[in-house]
């Protein structure tokens, strides 16, 4: 989706259903064993387009005419049946999202996707396409001070199925990125897990808004605030290479936001004391686990004082830190910061996996009403 609302799917209709569902013997034409050719990796591209666009939609706040719904109209976009009961739920599911967002008081007024094919691959008659989705939503202006947009960077792995007439249909669709789903992404449970040992541990802050008042000094103190949210919105999704990624073993989303931190001024500790979780650095051969683990990071922040639990995650400002515990087992999941807070008082927060920026508070709370979240004043 181009254009400023979800009219990309006028365009999307235009094209050749030969062109989307391509027989078999295109796939291999002119190209090597194991591959497609580069009509078909459009054509994958282009359902993945229609079916990703289709989630963002049902989060709008008018009702649109989605690209997967227009296109199976004229025969451009076929799923299995499984697949097509699995995306209707999704659906259903993130139109509930919307109506907890807009009793929260937000909402969005457009969006833009765009899919682009990574890589293919053929065995039997089974295809493999990988994705990237960029999507960027536009807020509504309700409160005033909202900023204009949130985007993300999220893969995917789309499965097609040979068909007996010659055509290939989409029978999965599953998202490769660790940490926190997007927001067009319906919720699912997490696996419960035995409870970690903690050393000292934060108090889950409570969700209702609004907060009373909470504001701290951004600029001119110990820690330059401005300086943590300046590099989160440069590096959310184009990553520091002085660092290493920790997105294929465990998630990157603690280890960016301790490169935040450290770039406002938080001072590294690597020397070893008799107490647990004492240390917080990052060096060429190493780092320490409070770098890099949701939980460490929060048992060292709370054993060193470097952070103050927040009673309410609306109190969060600029350079301030969110953790999630989606199933409430006692192990939180996610680390993120905050590096836009509005003048209505919702704080925006940027993080890793899947790479975000400036995704609202109340977006978080109207997706996963039933996580505990943990907000760390830094």
């Not at 569902?21 to 034409?29: C, D, E, N, Q």
């Not at 309700?142 to 010659?166: M, R």
């Not at 899947?354 to 709370?365: E, K, P, V, W």
Request: proline share 5%; aromatic share 10%; with cysteine.
């Amino acid at each position: 989706m181009r254009s400023k609302t979800l009219s990309r799917c006028s365009t999307l209709t235009a094209i050749a259903v030969s062109a989307v569902l391509l027989p078999l013997s295109a796939a291999h034409a002119a190209t090597a064993p194991g591959t497609v050719n580069r009509a078909t990796s459009d054509a994958f591209g282009r359902m993945a387009d229609a079916v990703l666009t289709d989630r963002t939609a049902a989060l709008l706040d008018k009702s649109q005419t989605a690209p997967r719904t227009a296109l199976a109209s004229k025969g451009g976009v076929k799923l299995t049946a499984a697949l097509t009961k699995t995306e209707d739920t999704a659906v259903t599911s993130l139109r509930g999202t919307r109506s907890r967002l807009a009793a929260l008081g937000e909402a969005y007024t457009a969006a833009d996707t765009k899919v682009t094919v990574d890589r293919t691959r053929v065995l039997g008659k089974v295809a493999t396409a990988w994705v990237t989705e960029t999507t960027v939503l536009t807020y509504k202006k309700i409160h005033g001070g909202e900023p204009d947009t949130t985007g993300f960077d999220a893969h995917h792995v789309l499965t097609f199925a040979a068909q007996s007439d010659g055509t290939w249909k989409l029978s999965d669709l599953r998202t490769t990125d660790k940490g926190l789903p997007q927001v067009n992404q319906p919720v699912t449970a997490a696996p419960a897990r035995m409870r970690p040992m903690a050393v000292v541990d934060a108090p889950p802050a409570a969700t209702s808004y609004p907060a009373p008042a909470n504001p701290k000094k951004l600029t001119g103190g110990t820690y330059d605030y401005a300086a943590m949210a300046t590099y989160a919105e440069k590096y959310w999704k184009n990553y520091n290479t002085a660092y290493r990624k920790f997105n294929g073993v465990g998630g990157d989303c603690t280890n960016f936001v301790s490169q935040s931190l450290l770039a406002g001024g938080w001072q590294p500790i690597s020397t070893v004391t008799p107490e647990e979780y004492d240390t917080w650095y990052y060096v060429a051969n190493g780092q320490s686990d409070s770098w890099a683990g949701v939980n460490e990071w929060s048992w060292f922040t709370q054993t060193a004082n470097r952070t103050t639990p927040l009673a309410n995650v609306y109190q969060m400002d600029v350079g301030d830190v969110l953790q999630m515990d989606f199933d409430k087992d006692g192990s939180k999941d996610h680390t993120m910061i905050t590096s836009y807070r509005s003048p209505s008082g919702i704080p925006y927060l940027t993080y890793h996996d899947a790479d975000t920026y400036r995704r609202s508070l109340s977006s978080l709370i109207a997706s996963y009403p039933t996580s505990a979240y943990y907000a760390y004043r830094t």
